[in-house]
C-alpha cells in the first residue's frame, strides 16, 4: 500500500488550500482514512479522519469548522479542504491509513498502518 499526498503549498492568512491523498494497492474497505500534521519542533498531532465506507468523520477541535475530510471511492483517494488558514497551521501534513479503525480510533497513531510522505503546508501572516 503506498499513500501519495500533494497540494501543500504557500498560502497567505485567510486562504484555503487543499490537499489531496491518493491510495493504491490493497486498501480494503475496513481502512479509515485521515490527516496528521507535524509543526516545526514539536509532535505529530491527528487533525481528522473519515471511515472508507460509511463517511463517518472525526476531527480535532483545533480544525472542527475550518477544515472538512472528504474521499471519491472511486479515485481511491481522500481530500482535505482547509479553510481560514492560520500561520500555526504552519506543518509537514501526513496522509494515513488504519485497518479495521474506527474514526475515533485513527486519532491515536499506534493504530495507522500506512503513512503518506507529507507535503509542507506554509501560511504566512
Known amino acids: 500500500v503506498q499513500l501519495q499526498a500533494s497540494g501543500g503549498g504557500l498560502v497567505q492568512a485567510g486562504g484555503s488550500l487543499r490537499l489531496s491523498c491518493a491510495a493504491s494497492g490493497r486498501i480494503f474497505g475496513g481502512y479509515a482514512m485521515g490527516w496528521f500534521r507535524q509543526p516545526p519542533g514539536q509532535e505529530r498531532e491527528f487533525l481528522a479522519a473519515?471511515?472508507?465506507?460509511?463517511?463517518?468523520?472525526n476531527y480535532a477541535d483545533s480544525v472542527k469548522g475550518r477544515f472538512t475530510i472528504s474521499r471519491d471511492n472511486a479515485k481511491n483517494t481522500v481530500y482535505l479542504q482547509m479553510n481560514s488558514l492560520k500561520p500555526e497551521d504552519t506543518a509537514v501534513y501526513y496522509c494515513?491509513?488504519?485497518?479495521?479503525?474506527?474514526?475515533?480510533?485513527?486519532?491515536?497513531?499506534?493504530?495507522?498502518?500506512?503513512w503518506g510522505q507529507g507535503t509542507q503546508v506554509t501560511v504566512s501572516s
Open positions: 494515513a491509513a488504519a485497518p479495521f479503525t474506527s474514526v475515533k480510533g485513527m486519532a491515536t497513531m499506534e493504530n495507522v498502518r500506512y
Open positions: 473519515i471511515s472508507w465506507a460509511g463517511g463517518t468523520t
